[in-house]
């Protein structure tokens, strides 16, 4: 059981919008802890998509949104497309276990 | 332009201690005191677990899932990092990423992983 909760699945058609949510509490998300978004592409390693709640690196492109409010986060992928095919998982830091968590990862298909 | 690479054997027998390295290139592990060095694991079609991170000065930080049989050390001479997990059960089979931690408790930069089963 993740110290915050992902919907295992979510789809949408090429061009469409979705939106995955990461529900923590009061020790976590709740607590002000930022939240972070990694993809992790079938075979590689997760690489990160959103900082600190909602700051994209370099190369990430602006379809990728993320956005926190009260105990919960959202990520929002707009103009969907084939490539974004993958796992995603959000990540905080959680102050009763003094340790970054994990969400458990949602599955994105593109249909 | 700074890569990761995790090396160390790809099996282990149960009850036995895992040993991986990770070794940095392209950034100096002690060059700026803003970074960590953590260790992340995935087992077999499951989700990520953050095992834990070494500061270039030697300060560390366990979770508590696995604290008492982990140990990261920092090897600041090769520019490298280590993990040591004791009395392995097949539940550690994993892959092993390491990554670069960041004050903000996020990982920008991740290695390719290595694939650890435990198994006699």
């Known amino acids: 059981q993740s110290v915050l909760t992902q919907p295992p699945s979510v789809s949408g058609a090429p061009g469409q919008r979705v939106t995955i949510s990461c529900t923590g509490s009061?020790?976590?998300?709740?607590?002000?802890?930022?939240v972070h978004w990694y993809q992790q592409l079938p075979g590689a390693a997760p690489k990160l998509l959103i900082y600190?709640?909602?700051n994209r690196p370099s190369g990430v492109p602006a379809r990728f949104s993320g956005s926190k409010s009260g105990t919960s986060a959202t990520l929002a992928i707009s103009g969907l497309q084939a490539e974004d095919e993958a796992a995603y998982y959000c990540q905080s830091y959680d102050r009763s276990l003094s340790a970054r968590v994990f969400g458990g990862g949602t599955i994105l298909t593109v249909l | 332009q700074v890569q990761l690479q995790e090396s160390g054997p790809g099996l282990v027998k149960p009850s036995e201690t895992l040993s991986l390295t990770c070794s940095v290139s392209g950034f100096s592990i002690t060059s700026v005191n803003d970074f960590y060095w953590a260790w992340v694991r995935q087992p077999p079609g499951k989700g990520l677990e953050w095992i834990g991170l070494v500061h270039h000065t030697g300060s560390s930080r366990y979770n508590p899932s696995v604290r008492g049989r982990v140990t990261i050390l920092v090897d600041t001479s090769n520019n490298e990092f280590s993990l040591r997990l004791t009395s392995v059960t097949a539940a550690d089979t994993a892959m092993y990423f390491c990554?670069?931690?960041?004050?903000?408790?996020?990982?920008?930069?991740w290695g390719t992983g290595a694939t650890v089963t435990v198994s006699s």
């Open positions: 600190t709640t909602f």
């Open positions: 009061s020790s976590n998300i709740g607590a002000g802890y930022d």
């Open positions: 990554a670069r931690g960041r004050v903000d408790y996020y990982m920008d930069v």
